[in-house]
């Protein structure tokens, strides 16, 4: 979610910036131009008011003609502008530098012939950075009410431009500063208003695991978050004395009911005394009744496996898995079946030993008791990085790929291995003393046949 709030309010904040900063680089260019033309209108002003004077073509006016064309001369070697003082039939009063000549189309020509009308040219066409180009100012010579003649500056925009430029790079400059400010502030305030969906995104993964009592802890942000916050933790809360209740339910019933059916197993054993050796009735009572107190027994196990934290040890995997391989051999070679151990002898991982081992004795017991004489189960040690896995192998039938995704369900059983003694339960409660020491289980096909069975430890140690 913060990679998509993020980029949207930055987009959003250089898209002002740049609103801002567009009209603003435009009102500096046309700002350092206004001010070259005003210049240039005073100093066209000045050399009319010089030209006044001079009214005709002889020489009874040179010292007057020599006088502005002295002054034309020093602005043009000063400034390096072209400058000159023409008569309605184009010839030159006064000009300098002497080669310059009115031209015969744009924005020279167009200046001159406003000018004869008797006002000033109007402002020239804005000149960009990247442009080559000129301003001409043109004003009349007005004597009694006539135009005389005109003046004419045709003055090179290199300076102007380049000061435009510089004012645009500080522009520029400030635009970078400002956007970095505006990314600070939006990474600031986009984790200020995802903290708490961050938390809560926490807390809710840790209760989707397993770990029941993560709460939201109280943090800034929004309002409407934070109420949100609170709305989940007593969503949590009610939640887990739901779960609690439902604990102590299956915990209680699996313990009261153990004791009138132990009651009736003896009963039925007294039954049994009158009745003749061998009653195949009296046999299958006391099958169902085994059956049932296993299930007890098991319902009773997995409410206290629910129940139970976790007392996470650092443990040498390879060994443990070794000694419950040793323990479960005997079983092995009386069923026919050949028990492998193998993989790394010595490797460590946060586990729980004694729900580890739970966990194992019920996976090994399920690949026992599944495979066929003469065939093997290996259970083999391995790790990466991140884990330790101990992975159980057998030679049975399998599952089909539908069954493997219903592995560890409450008292589900596949269709093909009804007629085999057991509650359904022995998975999922491997799976409930895994998932309280941050633990996995996992189910795949064997090749060429057969169930692979994955546990799977964290190697690092619990945070805090």
Known sequence: MRTRLLPLLIVLMAGVLLALGFPL??????????????????????????????????????????????????????????????????????????????????????????ALLGRRSHDPPQVW???????????????????IAVVVIDSPTDQMRAATLRGWLVIAAGEVIAMLVAVGAA???????????????????????????????????????????????????????????QRAFVADASHQLRNPLAALLLRIELLALELPEGNEEIASVRTEGKRLGQVLDDLLDL??????????????????????VASWRPVAEERGVRLRADGMGAVTAWADPIALSSALDAIID?????????????????????CVTVVVADG??????????????????????????????????????????????????????GLRVTVSVPRNGPQG
């Open 187 to 245: 990474n600031r305030l986009t984790g200020w208003v995802l903290l708490p969906v961050r938390t809560l995104d926490a807390a809710a993964h840790d209760i989707a695991i397993g770990r029941m009592r993560s709460r939201v802890a109280a943090s800034g942000g929004p309002p409407e978050l934070r109420r949100l916050a609170r709305s989940f933790n007593e969503m949590a809360d009610n939640v887990e004395d739901v779960l609690e209740q």
């Open 303 to 324: 409410a206290l496996a629910e129940h139970a934290d976790a007392d996470l040890q650092l443990t040498d995997i390879g060994a443990l898995s070794a000694e419950r």
């Open 396 to 449: 049975g039938p399998g599952l089909t790929e539908q069954e493997m995704e219903r592995v560890g369900d409450r008292f589900w059983r596949s269709s093909q291995h009804q007629n085999v003694r057991g509650s359904g339960l022995g998975l999922s409660i491997s799976k409930a003393l895994l998932a309280a020491s941050d633990g996995a289980l996992s189910c795949t096909r064997n090749e060429p046949h």
């Open 129 to 147: 950075p990247w442009q080559d180009g000129r301003v001409v100012v043109a004003s009349p010579v007005v004597r009694d009410g006539d135009v």
């Open 366 to 386: 399920n690949a026992l008791k599944f495979t066929p004489r003469d065939e093997e189960v290996r259970v083999t040690v391995g790790s990466d990085s991140a």
């Open 25 to 114: 680089a435009v009102s500096v260019a046309a700002a350092r131009q206004q001010g070259v033309v005003i210049d240039r209108i005073d100093d066209t002003a000045r050399f009319a008011a010089l030209a006044q004077f001079i009214t005709e073509r002889t020489s009874g006016y040179d010292e007057r003609r020599r006088t502005l064309q002295g002054e034309l001369a020093t602005y043009d070697a000063v400034y390096g502008i072209r400058a000159g003082v023409f008569y309605r039939d184009d010839t030159a009063m006064a000009k300098a530098p002497a080669s310059w000549r009115l031209p015969d189309e744009g924005e020279g020509r167009e200046a001159f012939k406003e």
